[in-house]
């Protein structure tokens, strides 16, 4: 923190705990207390109950959970997969050619993700490729909405990379092959693991354009969040929520140390 007198630092953590309380943990701690609650009494929910944790995590509720794990997992592959190389493509090409394949990869952010969409549910509804009532469009969908996340954070990491390993590599006799693995990608892979976990917690949370593709057999969880308060049962809803971000924060965590032991590497 740039602040250097005792007071300027107080000052500081007050502001950022009086911010941070009331926009950030205080909606997630009310969702919390809901979640366990059965009816809402004045300011504060009441009935503590266990009962919606147990609907969460069976039937349907877990199968929903399963498929939003699979989409996401699936979609950060892909997206990593496919962002990297773009990535590594880009630095290759030379300024103008970066700029055109950035401004490619940021267009899918550029716009509402409902628009994105709709626009993969017109373009893959009819032969050749008919993706529409399948899961695989849902996959599709996140990882389009997803690659660009992907793209920039390794981009960025390429950019930092200092040239002289692969310069010194190179010098070395090895092929330009024995660089990209063996040098430059495990260079990158603090980047890559950051990316990828980005890539998971944005396809976990993602609603606006699954609600215009999921077939009734591949039902994320924020899908039934949604249905759940949208009929009124705030309290199921909460449930659900809470574990949607309790499994997101794990495989967060999980990625986390995974970047942390690859830093030392």
């Known amino acids: 923190m740039l602040v250097h007198s005792r007071t300027g630092k107080w000052t500081a953590w007050v502001t950022c705990a009086v911010l941070f309380l009331p926009l950030f943990a205080l909606p997630l701690l009310v969702i919390v207390a809901a979640s366990f609650a059965t009816h809402w009494s004045g ?29 996401a997992v699936s979609a950060s592959l892909v997206a990593l997969t496919v962002g990297t190389w773009a990535a590594l493509a880009g630095a290759a090409l030379g300024r103008k050619g970066k700029r055109v394949l950035d401004a490619l990869f940021m267009l ?19 032969p050749p490729v008919l993706l529409n009532g399948t899961r695989w469009i849902v996959i599709l969908a996140h990882t ?22 692969e310069q010194a590599a190179a010098s070395l006799g090895a092929r330009p092959s024995y660089v990209l693995f063996r040098v430059k990608l495990p260079l990158l892979l603090p980047s890559l693991n950051a990316a990828a976990g ?56 999980a990625v986390s140390r995974i970047r942390t032991k690859a830093s030392f590497r």
């Open 43 to 71: 300011a504060f929910p009441s009935g503590p109950t266990t009962a919606h944790y147990a609907a969460a995590v069976r039937g349907e509720s877990l199968q929903a959970l399963t498929t939003s794990l699979a989409t």
């Open 198 to 253: 980005l890539c998971f917690a944005l396809s976990m949370g993602e609603l606006s354009a699954t609600m215009m593709l999921y077939p009734p057999d591949w039902t994320p969880l924020p899908v039934l969040v949604f249905t759940a308060t949208d009929r009124g049962s705030l309290f199921t809803g909460s449930a659900l929520a809470v574990v949607l971000m309790a499994a997101t924060l794990l495989a967060l965590l």
């Open 108 to 126: 899918p952010v550029a716009v509402p993700s409902v628009v994105v969409g709709l626009a993969v549910l017109v373009a893959f509804s009819q």
């Open 144 to 165: 389009v909405l997803v690659t660009a996340f992907a793209h920039q954070s390794v981009s960025a990491a390429i950019q930092r990379l200092d040239p002289m390993y």
